[in-house]
């Protein structure tokens, strides 16, 4: 980027989540001056992580695809699994979903699931799908009627129906396989952006491309080390990070289209151009000078929240051979579980649980025979529920449901009596500690056609100098998405500045 002006180089970012971190690199390597501030005393946002008698839990993401998007800014440790998830069915099935299909095919077979074919027939589908759209969807900005024209994207209404825009992910997933067990394990993509399989465009069966083809990988040194890489690098690039320090407000010229900096403490401090990091949902609510009219307020108050999360940070005083890194415990009724998280915003009596043991890879996030468990039920956004009455039914729910489901010769173990350290997090802490609106962990669902591809803008028109980066806004949330959004923003901040 060739920064035209001493002042257009002087760049504040409003967030040291992934995507803060990784536009204040680019824009760094770039060489222009970038001073993040960060609410937190820490960067990550809700990659996060604690630390508690000789356990170590993040707090966050645990699945990690598409590394490239990290690696490409600075090095970082990981490996393949080989296993994305173990899957454990109400009807007792336990089922590996391996990376390899020749290992899948063998899990299939031994485990008298006849799917096999169908399972590699959607991957390939999954594979064209991602092909097809990724450039245009992923790491382009959607809203530049520019990239519709290009060269590579121009084939792409002519192939709109294979985009499968028009069915839910569940109606095709549903058709695909004859076995529910298995149109449950497609459904449960939907979760990777919080969105309902019932309810989301079968377009983002894509996902299962990201998960399987491309693969699931953890970094050598746990989820948090994403952070720890993105930081040093910024650091090493000379940026300036300003922690515990909020941004009240961003500030405008008279004309309320150029912003002239941000407001922190009561000061104004002045900057060229203006990166946000944060929930564009809150920014639009609470950052804004009193009295100004957020482009799309409106849409922005009406879009649907994402899911948000209820998790049991567990050290357990025992070890677990029959658990993998990634495992699930599904539900007997999904679609029930998601009318009670979209329509009765609450949690059903059985909900699918997902529980994460890092130390199965990362030997040192655990004492010795003991293992630390990410126990985690999807959860409605909050708004206002009784979220201790809920916690406490979905605690022992879940103790009773991971007891009944690792129990050796029907005899259910007695798992509360193993935990030695317990943290929770809900909606409100996500709310509280990453300012996330309603502690929704994806920004918007993707539960129409709309939400999921027509999400806020990196930039407005309205806006001569401030961006738009990370989950709430194009293209998505999650990691790989947030980090795309980095990039969309470097490219988007140089498109302009060529055009002066
Ligand atoms: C429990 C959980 C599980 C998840 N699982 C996965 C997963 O397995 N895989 C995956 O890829 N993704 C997962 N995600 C989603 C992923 O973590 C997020 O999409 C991603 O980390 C969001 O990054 P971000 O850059 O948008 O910023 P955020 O992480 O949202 O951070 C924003 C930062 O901005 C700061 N901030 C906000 N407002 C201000 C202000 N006014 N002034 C100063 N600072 C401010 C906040 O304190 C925060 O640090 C999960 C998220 C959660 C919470």
């Known amino acids: 980027m060739t920064m035209e002006t001493p002042t257009q180089n002087n760049i504040a970012v409003i967030g040291a989540g992934v995507a803060g971190l990784a536009i204040a690199c680019r824009l760094a390597a770039k060489g222009a001056k970038v001073t993040v501030f960060e609410k937190n005393g820490t960067p990550g946002g809700k990659i996060s992580q604690i630390w508690d008698k000789g356990y170590r839990f993040d707090t966050g993401p645990s699945l990690f695809t598409l590394p490239e998007l990290v690696t490409e800014i600075a090095p970082l440790d990981y490996s393949r699994l080989e296993n994305s998830c173990r899957y454990f069915f109400a009807d007792g099935t336990v089922f590996n979903f391996y990376n390899n299909l020749q290992k899948l095919e063998q899990e299939c ?12 027939k959607r991957l390939s589908e999954s594979e064209q799908l991602y092909n097809l759209t990724a450039n245009l969807f992923i790491f382009n900005s959607f809203h530049r009627l520019s990239n519709f024209v290009k060269e590579e994207n121009r084939k792409i209404p002519l192939q709109l129906h ?6 839910t992910m569940h109606s095709a997933n549903k058709k695909s396989f004859n076995d529910s067990r298995i149109t449950q394990v497609f459904d449960r993509y939907a979760t990777y952006n919080g969105s309902s399989p019932y309810k989301a465009p079968a377009t983002l069966n894509m996902i299962s491309h990201l998960e399987h083809n491309l693969g699931a990988y953890f970094p050598d040194k746990g989820m948090y080390s994403i952070v720890t890489t993105l930081y040093n690098k910024a650091v090493q690039l000379g940026v300036e990070f300003r922690f515990n320090t909020k941004v009240s407000c ?4 008279s004309k309320g289209k150029a912003a002239k ?9 002045e900057f060229g151009q203006i990166v946000c990091d944060c929930d564009v949902k809150h920014l639009s609510q609470n950052m804004m000078p009193k009295g100004f009219k957020y482009p799309l307020k409106r849409r ?4 649907e929240h994402s899911s948000s999360a209820l998790i049991f940070y567990w050290g357990i005083k025992g070890e677990f051979p029959q658990l993998d890194v990634h495992n699930i415990f599904f539900s007997a009724n999904y679609k029930n579980e998601f009318d009670h998280l979209f329509h009765k915003l609450s949690i059903c009596q059985d909900p699918t649980t997902y529980l994460f043991i890092s130390k199965k890879v990362v030997p040192g996030d655990a004492p010795e025979g003991c293992e630390n468990w990410f126990v985690m039920v999807n959860a409605p956004a909050n708004t206002g529920q009784d979220w201790k009455e809920i916690l406490a039914k979905t605690r022992s729910a879940v103790i009773s449901k991971i007891s009944k489901a690792l129990a050796i010769d029907d005899k259910p173990f007695d798992l509360e009596s ?12 996500i709310e509280m500690n990453t300012l996330s609106s309603r502690g929704s962990l994806y920004g918007t669902s993707s539960n129409s056609m709309t939400s999921a591809f027509m999400r806020h803008p990196n930039k ?5 100098n401030v961006w738009f980066t990370g989950g709430s806004v194009h293209p998505g949330g999650g990691i790989p998405l947030c980090l795309a959004s980095a990039s969309i923003v470097e490219k988007e901040m140089d498109i302009q500045n060529q055009k002066k």
């Not at 077979?109 to 590699?120: D, L, S, T, V």
């Open 250 to 253: 961003l500030e405008f010229d």
């Open 418 to 429: 193993l935990i030695e350290t317990e943290h929770i997090a809900s909606p409100v802490t």
């Open 300 to 303: 922005l108050e009406t879009a």
């Open 162 to 167: 294979k985009l499968d825009f028009f069915r």
């Open 261 to 269: 900096g941000v407001k922190v403490n009561d000061q104004v401090l």
């Open 460 to 464: 407005l028109k309205r806006f001569k």
């Open 109 to 120: 077979r031994e485990k008298g699931i006849a799917e096999f074919g169908n399972i590699a």
